[in-house]
């Protein structure tokens, strides 16, 4: 008769556990391994294209933000200039805050005198609006261009 460790003879009082063969599990796992590829290479496309819809998003708001903060640029420095022509100013400030490259037939700089009766032009008290047109195209990886236009505008109070 020979004891285990915990005191009981081997053979007596003690069950045996039936454990299935492995050989089953291992068939069943087999089986789905390409499941798994051809759910991810049918996944995977609609995630390149919500990750790059995303990108071109967040390029959008920058540029808006960028023509939004020229036609801000262009409207201060024309409604603070004292000498010389507030126009040719307002466009040289919006054109260094925009890397873009706007062009001249982008700004365009208007004067409204808020005076009663109406002043001269570009006289105190008036107001300065600056709007920037700027053309954006999306595409999707070159196909389907589309052009949206992205419009600012910002007004300033002339200054004395």
């Not at 996944?43 to 959008?60: N, T």
């Not at 262009?74 to 409604?79: S, T």
């Not at 466009?91 to 260094?96: G, M, V």
Request: one cysteine or more; a positive charge; glycine letters at 8%.
């Amino acid at each position: 008769m020979s004891f285990t460790r915990a005191g009981t003879q081997t053979g007596q009082g003690l069950r045996r556990h039936h454990r299935r063969p492995a050989a089953p599990l291992r068939a069943r796992a087999r089986e789905s391994r390409g499941q798994s590829t051809v759910e991810l290479a049918l996944v995977l496309p609609l995630l390149a294209l919500v990750l790059f819809a995303c990108l071109k998003v967040g390029l959008a708001f920058f540029s808006y933000e960028q023509v939004a903060s020229a036609a801000n640029a262009g409207a201060r420095a024309a409604a603070v200039n004292h000498g010389g022509d507030p126009t040719v100013a307002a466009r040289a400030a919006a054109q260094s805050m925009s890397p873009t490259g706007l062009s001249d037939s982008q700004i365009s700089v208007s004067y409204v005198s808020t005076a009663s009766p109406p002043g001269a032009s570009w006289s105190y008290p008036g107001t300065v609006t600056v709007t920037v047109d700027y053309p954006m195209t999306f595409s999707l990886f070159g196909q389907l261009p589309q052009t949206y236009d992205l419009q600012a505008s910002a007004t300033k109070r002339l200054e004395r």
